[in-house]
């Protein structure tokens, strides 16, 4: 962003120091038709060169893509803000050319000129808020493409010295802190190939902007100037046990058509998870989204809803979903994307993170509407889909049997009684090495309950077999004598190999359960 402009030239080239010539980089290179004239004298780029040079993260190959944008971008930065005749505009098609800020209302060539460029993508701030907070300038730098062209969607980082002066909207000033402020955003830029842009699509949290500037601001103030924000002062609990927060929210459905999400709506019918995560067109975000939406039916089955949620507009959602997967896009998934752009619903949920987007939060919610179960993890990790289905179906065995899962259960296998005993019995079975031990119901239709009895020369056999009774279930590790097995069933014991007597007892203790 140029904080510059020499009124007495007003006509003329670029400087060396406005090109980046003087750093021994071109990183922008707009001509002025000879008989034009720049808009209020020529700009001069010096002092934002200077912060975008020092601060930069990479420095992008010559003639790389992420370069070709940088300089397209800088240039039509130059011709939008300081060039004032649109039919003397030549990084546009102005015939089509389009801008939109955070999934708004697009505008015209013309709209945006008469409007000003600063002002459509600066949305609600204040054009003279970079002006004064960043006298040094406003540097930006492209840090990822993610597709095209000509559809290319990067992701962008401005930069810059808060070491001037902020006035909040309590009207109190705030002396710079000297910090460096970085805010990061998403563009989806159409071109041509000649390399006009014929549509701009910026996505970025202008909180993000302004939220460094108020470090003097009471969290009172920080709330009315962002409704739903946590307070990072504040301590937040996850609402596990507790109802799930509603809310109402845009969202592009699993048609991909635009609809509202009502969250409360699926309580009495369904489970529901809810999968936050940070931002569409980022990078581990799509490998979660493509993992649930492969997994899909595997919930549906369980009569489980998946929203995922970020605070992407709906807009961003849909050019998502439009984007094909070889490109870093989503393509069409099974499931709805919730359009969060107020951040209330990550506030509510407690994952509203400092870099302004949602943590990867995952929660189940039970048909009841409480929240069951909640993970969340930092931005770089992703979830695993596994632990989820795990969990849910750890969830849906609990409240159809009233037993309780331990560590690493998984559907099949033996819970526990939520009694002393069992969990004793549990413990020495698994941490000990002895499997003398009395657990609880499997998870198999029939809710057998298990007894494992090994065949020891010391194993006090009645003991067992008592137990065994009480439990009205068998599962023999290793087959006994036979009179004792006879005893315990009262019927002929075939001489089989040891695996073929465990299962023809294992039948035999089911079909007694049947009559019985």
Same mark, same amino acid.
């Given at each position: 962003?140029?904080?510059?402009?020499?009124?007495?030239?007003?006509?003329?080239?670029?400087?060396?120091?406005?090109?980046?010539?003087?750093?021994?980089?071109?990183?922008?290179?707009?001509?002025?038709?000879?008989?034009?004239?720049?808009?209020?004298?020529?700009?001069?780029?010096?002092?934002?060169?200077?912060?975008?040079?020092?601060?930069?993260?990479?420095?992008?190959?010559?003639?790389?893509?992420?370069?070709?944008?940088?300089?397209?971008?800088?240039?039509?930065?130059?011709?939008?803000?300081?060039?004032?005749?649109?039919?003397?505009?030549?990084?546009?098609?102005?015939?089509?050319?389009?801008?939109?800020?955070?999934?708004?209302?697009?505008?015209?060539?013309?709209?945006?000129?008469?409007?000003?460029?600063?002002?459509?993508?600066?949305?609600?701030?204040?054009?003279?808020?970079?002006?004064?907070?960043?006298?040094?300038?406003?540097?930006?730098?492209?840090?990822?493409?993610?597709?095209?062209?000509?559809?290319?969607?990067?992701?962008?980082?401005?930069?810059?010295?808060?070491?001037?002066?902020?006035?909040?909207?309590?009207?109190?000033?705030?002396?710079?802190?000297?910090?460096?402020?970085?805010?990061?955003?998403?563009?989806?830029?159409?071109?041509?190939?000649?390399?006009?842009?014929?549509?701009?699509?910026?996505?970025?949290?202008?909180?993000?902007?302004?939220?460094?500037?108020?470090?003097?601001?009471?969290?009172?103030?920080?709330?009315?100037?962002?409704?739903?924000?946590?307070?990072?002062?504040?301590?937040?609990?996850?609402?596990?046990?507790?109802?799930?927060?509603?809310?109402?929210?845009?969202?592009?459905?699993?048609?991909?058509?635009?609809?509202?999400?009502?969250?409360?709506?699926?309580?009495?019918?369904?489970?529901?998870?809810?999968?936050?995560?940070?931002?569409?067109?980022?990078?581990?975000?799509?490998?979660?989204?493509?993992?649930?939406?492969?997994?899909?039916?595997?919930?549906?089955?369980?009569?489980?809803?998946?929203?995922?949620?970020?605070?992407?507009?709906?807009?961003?959602?849909?050019?998502?979903?439009?984007?094909?997967?070889?490109?870093?896009?989503?393509?069409?998934?099974?499931?709805?994307?919730?359009?969060?752009?107020?951040?209330?619903?990550?506030?509510?949920?407690?994952?509203?993170?400092?870099?302004?987007?949602?943590?990867?939060?995952?929660?189940?919610?039970?048909?009841?509407?409480?929240?069951?179960?909640?993970?969340?993890?930092?931005?770089?990790?992703?979830?695993?889909?596994?632990?989820?289905?795990?969990?849910?179906?750890?969830?849906?065995?609990?409240?159809?049997?009233?037993?309780?899962?331990?560590?690493?259960?998984?559907?099949?296998?033996?819970?526990? +009684?939520?009694?002393? #005993?069992?969990? $004793?019995?549990? &413990?020495?079975?698994?941490?000990? /090495?002895?499997? @003398? %031990? *009395?657990?609880?119901?499997?998870?198999?239709?029939?809710?057998?309950?298990?007894?494992?009895?090994?065949?020891?020369?010391?194993?006090?056999?009645?003991? +067992?077999?008592?137990? #065994?009774?009480? $439990?009205?279930? &068998?599962?023999?590790?290793?087959? /006994?004598?036979? @009179? %004792? *097995?006879?005893?315990?069933?009262?019927?002929?014991?075939?001489?089989?190999?040891?695996?073929?007597?465990?299962?023809?007892?294992?039948?035999?203790?089911?079909?007694?359960?049947? #009559?019985?």
């Amino acid at each position: 962003m140029s904080l510059e402009n020499n009124p007495n030239e007003e006509q003329g080239p670029l400087s060396d120091e406005s090109t980046g010539a003087d750093h021994g980089e071109i990183i922008r290179d707009y001509e002025l038709a000879p008989d034009s004239t720049w808009r209020a004298g020529k700009p001069n780029y010096a002092k934002v060169n200077k912060v975008y040079f020092a601060g930069r993260t990479t420095k992008h190959t010559e003639g790389s893509l992420e370069q070709v944008v940088t300089k397209l971008l800088n240039n039509w930065e130059v011709e939008s803000h300081h060039v004032h005749d649109i039919n003397e505009w030549k990084s546009m098609d102005i015939a089509v050319f389009k801008a939109s800020l955070n999934g708004g209302c697009p505008c015209s060539a013309q709209s945006m000129a008469d409007f000003g460029a600063y002002n459509l993508l600066l949305g609600d701030v204040d054009g003279s808020t970079v002006t004064k907070a960043f006298p040094e300038g406003f540097a930006w730098e492209v840090l990822e493409i993610h597709s095209g062209p000509p559809n290319v969607s990067f992701k962008w980082r401005h930069f810059g010295v808060f070491c001037g002066q902020y006035t909040d909207p309590a009207g109190s000033e705030h002396a710079g802190t000297g910090k460096l402020i970085s805010v990061f955003g998403t563009t989806i830029v159409t071109i041509s190939p000649a390399l006009q842009i014929s549509s701009l699509e910026v996505y970025y949290d202008p909180w993000d902007l302004t939220r460094p500037l108020m470090d003097g601001l009471t969290p009172d103030a920080r709330a009315l100037t962002a409704p739903g924000r946590v307070d990072e002062n504040e301590l937040v609990r996850l609402p596990v046990q507790l109802g799930a927060p509603d809310f109402v929210a845009e969202a592009v459905l699993a048609n991909g058509q635009i609809g509202e999400i009502k969250l409360s709506k699926f309580q009495g019918q369904k489970y529901v998870i809810l999968l936050f995560y940070p931002l569409d067109f980022t990078f581990v975000c799509p490998s979660e989204i493509l993992a649930f939406d492969d997994r899909y039916k595997e919930f549906r089955k369980r009569k489980a809803e998946i929203i995922g949620i970020s605070i992407d507009s709906k807009f961003t959602h849909q050019a998502w979903r439009k984007t094909a997967r070889a490109d870093g896009g989503i393509g069409q998934i099974q499931f709805p994307l919730v359009s969060d752009v107020k951040k209330a619903i990550a506030a509510d949920y407690g994952i509203l993170c400092d870099a302004g987007v949602a943590l990867r939060g995952l929660f189940i919610i039970d048909k009841a509407g409480t929240v069951r179960h909640a993970l969340v993890n930092d931005l770089p990790l992703g979830r695993s889909v596994d632990e989820a289905i795990r969990v849910l179906d750890a969830l849906q065995f609990n409240e159809g049997s009233g037993n309780v899962c331990p560590c690493n259960w998984t559907k099949g296998q033996t819970a526990l +009684l939520p009694n002393m #005993a069992s969990v $004793a019995s549990y &413990l020495k079975q698994n941490f000990d /090495g002895s499997k @003398d %031990v *009395l657990i609880g119901p499997s998870a198999s239709p029939t809710k057998e309950i298990i007894v494992n009895l090994p065949w020891k020369q010391d194993t006090d056999i009645n003991s +067992l077999l008592s137990r #065994a009774r009480e $439990a009205n279930a &068998l599962n023999v590790d290793e087959s /006994g004598p036979a @009179d %004792v *097995l006879k005893e315990w069933e009262g019927d002929d014991i075939p001489k089989l190999p040891n695996e073929q007597r465990r299962s023809w007892l294992s039948g035999s203790c089911r079909r007694r359960q049947a #009559a019985e």
